[in-house]
């Protein structure tokens, strides 16, 4: 009996443990709710390519090139999102990791990135550089 009292109370205590582990892990969106005219559309964080700060609007774009607005301010959205795969890359940009295509070096050690469905490189800024490069081999 008293081997079973102990387990009882080794599972109560691991049932206690995770729920504080629970309460206290991160949880981060997987998919946005974007409002359109139209239609509601859920897109998946998964398929974000890159986003643009557009005032108090977030100019996101996905890997087939098209564009979404949503009602949140960069900061607040970037709060929301996965650290381990979504990073800021200056002041009003994000990128996603998954659609990083290429990285070439840019002027004062900063960097041009290139991700999925952009005309042109977004660009690092000087006190974000460091640590994007530790974010990219982390």
């Known amino acids: 009996q008293a081997l ?5 109370v080794e599972q109560q205590v691991f049932q206690k443990l995770e729920a504080v582990i629970d309460a206290h892990s991160p949880s981060y969106k997987s998919r946005l709710v974007i409002k359109k005219r ?9 398929d974000i390519a890159w986003v643009e700060a557009d005032g108090h609007l977030c100019k996101i774009y996905d890997d087939q090139g098209r564009t979404h607005l949503l009602s949140k301010s960069i900061g607040d959205l970037h709060n929301e999102l996965d650290p381990g795969q979504i990073f800021r890359i200056n002041r009003s940009q994000l990128v996603h990791l998954a659609h990083i295509t290429q990285i070439e070096p840019y002027v004062n050690k900063r960097l041009a990135v290139t991700v999925t469905g952009s005309f042109e490189p977004l660009v690092t800024s000087s006190t974000a550089t460091k640590e994007f490069r530790k974010w990219l081999e982390a």
């Not at 079973?4 to 009882?8: I, K, L, T, V």
């Not at 139209?38 to 998964?46: H, M, R, S």
Request: charged fraction near 50%; proline fraction near 0%; aromatic fraction near 8%.
């Open 4 to 8: 079973f009292r102990a387990d009882r």
């Open 38 to 46: 139209e239609a509601i559309k859920l897109l998946e964080v998964k």
